[in-house]
């Protein structure tokens, strides 16, 4: 999908810098206005996120929605929903946080996850960053529980992973 967004945008660095933000937040574009969801988003507020002026917020909408590949992807976007990543000690949730040698690699999540369902730990929520919109891309796990300490030379062990973080 990324491709050909950016194949589409690759002259105009600022359009395509706010075509990222509306993917990265799952925003949507319908009738010359920017969506999560069903909630309007002005585009005063996308062009602060982006470094951009407004009004190239108005024209990458025009660009996007004149271009039938482009109209249908921001026409289908959905924001992924909340993560419990910043709120999970409050709520006595665990967090791991994977960072890959190759994002592309598979097989990481599937390894992770199979490793804590092995422990008897329930997975709550995983996000994944995407390798083309992330400069750094993790994997985050939010558990039912704290992940013990003793389970990060075992993350360390699975193919592809770099580092691991737990809080």
Request: aromatic content about 4%.
């Amino acid at each position: 999908m990324w491709d050909k967004v950016a194949k589409c945008l690759k002259d105009y660095p600022e359009r395509l810098a706010v075509a990222k933000i509306l993917i990265q937040y799952g925003l949507s574009i319908r009738d010359g206005k920017i969506y999560c969801d069903k909630i309007m988003i002005p585009a005063v507020g996308i062009s602060r996120v982006a470094g951009v002026d407004r009004r190239t917020v108005t024209y990458t909408i025009r660009m996007i929605e004149r271009n039938p590949e482009l109209r249908e992807i921001f026409r289908q976007l959905k924001p992924a929903g909340a993560s419990l990543k910043e709120v999970a000690r409050y709520l006595k949730l665990g967090v791991v946080e994977i960072t890959p040698v190759d994002a592309r690699m598979p097989g990481i999540l599937s390894g992770s996850a199979s490793l804590l369902a092995e422990k008897g730990i329930s997975i709550r929520q995983a996000i994944v960053d995407d390798p083309e919109l992330t400069p750094e891309p993790k994997l985050t796990l939010i558990a039912e529980k704290k992940i013990p300490g003793e389970i990060i030379p075992e993350l360390l062990k699975i193919k592809g992973v770099l580092k691991v973080s737990v809080y």
